[in-house]
């Protein structure tokens, strides 16, 4: 089964740890797994941010991150700044992975 | 939540057919616009999942999201490329949807002809018949 989770909410929020979580138990139970960041969610993966940390490790487990390229760069946030691996994408990609997926979050404020 | 914290999914409930990829996708704008961009970004949002031709997308105005809405109609409202999207939506044949108790309620009135107006017990139904619900 493949989970697809639209987060939205910057890295202090529950939510980040609440899809961490999700994402991980997804990938533990054999399942796949892809993340896109929007809004104040592409914060999670810049390299600043101590949690960015676990969505590389949930990356190397062998979940898919892709975050909104116009909603960073309208945060000053560019492709150098986040984890290497995340997909730099559009809402093409959204797209896609909601017709993709078997079942599709959304985390938001 | 299972043992050490952990969550633990057993089902989700859902298979989709190979081959049926058709989505209900049900957008909701619930916020004030106000001092924010954010109910344009879900504007954008829906402009950009209309990219794949097979998802039926549905954009559900409630709450305080109306303001939105019924910023349409005034010029001095409008948030940032809200009617340009508004505009994109209703070529791809969009369904924009404003909540009937929540404009009578806050006094609001909507004269653009590419939103319909529904009571709050139909807007419920599609939001809980929708295969997708993206929140902003």
Same mark, same amino acid.
């Given at each position: 089964?493949?989970?697809?989770?639209?987060?939205?909410?910057?890295?202090?929020?529950?939510?980040?740890?609440?899809?961490?979580?999700?994402?991980? %138990?997804?990938?533990? =139970?054999?399942?796949?797994?892809?993340?896109?960041?929007?809004?104040?969610?592409?914060?999670?993966?810049?390299?600043?941010?101590?949690?960015?940390? +676990?969505?590389?490790?949930?990356?190397?487990?062998?979940?898919?991150? %892709?975050?909104?390229?116009?909603?960073?760069?309208? +945060? =000053?946030?560019?492709?150098?700044?986040?984890?290497?691996?995340?997909?730099?994408?559009?809402?093409?990609?959204?797209?896609?992975?909601?017709?993709? %997926?078997? +079942?599709?979050?959304?985390?938001?404020? | 939540?299972?043992?050490?914290?952990?969550?633990?999914?057993?089902?989700?409930?859902?298979?989709?057919?190979?081959?049926?990829?058709?989505?209900?996708?049900?957008?909701i704008i619930r916020a004030l616009p106000?001092?924010?961009?954010?109910n344009?970004?879900?504007?954008?949002?829906?402009?950009?999942?209309?990219?794949?031709?097979?998802?039926?997308?549905?954009v559900l105005f409630i709450d305080d999201g109306v303001f939105s809405a019924a910023s349409l109609s005034?010029?001095?409202a409008?948030?940032?490329?809200?009617?340009?999207?508004?505009?994109?939506?209703?070529?791809?044949?969009?369904?924009l949807i404003a909540e009937e108790e929540a404009l009578v309620s806050r006094k609001l009135k909507i004269?653009r002809?590419?939103i319909?107006i529904k009571?709050r017990?139909?807007i419920?139904?599609?939001?809980?018949?929708?295969?997708?619900?993206?929140?902003?």
């Open positions: 089964m493949k989970l697809c989770i639209l987060l939205t909410t910057s890295p202090e929020d529950q939510n980040s740890i609440v899809v961490i979580k999700l994402v991980q %138990a997804a990938l533990e =139970g054999g399942h796949t797994a892809g993340l896109f960041l929007m809004d104040d969610g592409v914060y999670n993966v810049v390299k600043k941010n101590k949690i960015s940390i +676990r969505f590389a490790g949930l990356m190397t487990k062998g979940a898919s991150i %892709a975050l909104c390229g116009h909603t960073a760069e309208e +945060r =000053g946030v560019g492709a150098e700044d986040c984890l290497s691996g995340v997909k730099y994408a559009g809402q093409y990609e959204l797209a896609c992975m909601v017709n993709e %997926a078997d +079942r599709f979050l959304t985390f938001g404020g | 939540m299972g043992d050490n914290g952990k969550f633990r999914i057993v089902d989700f409930g859902l298979r989709i057919e190979r081959g049926d990829r058709m989505k209900n996708v049900a957008i106000f001092n924010t961009i954010r344009s970004e879900a504007l954008r949002c829906a402009v950009g999942l209309t990219i794949e031709e097979e998802n039926k997308i549905k005034c010029p001095a409008q948030e940032r490329d809200l009617p340009k999207h508004v505009e994109t939506l209703k070529m791809m044949e969009v369904e004269s002809e590419e319909t009571p017990q139909v419920n139904e599609m939001i809980s018949s929708a295969d997708v619900v993206i929140p902003f």
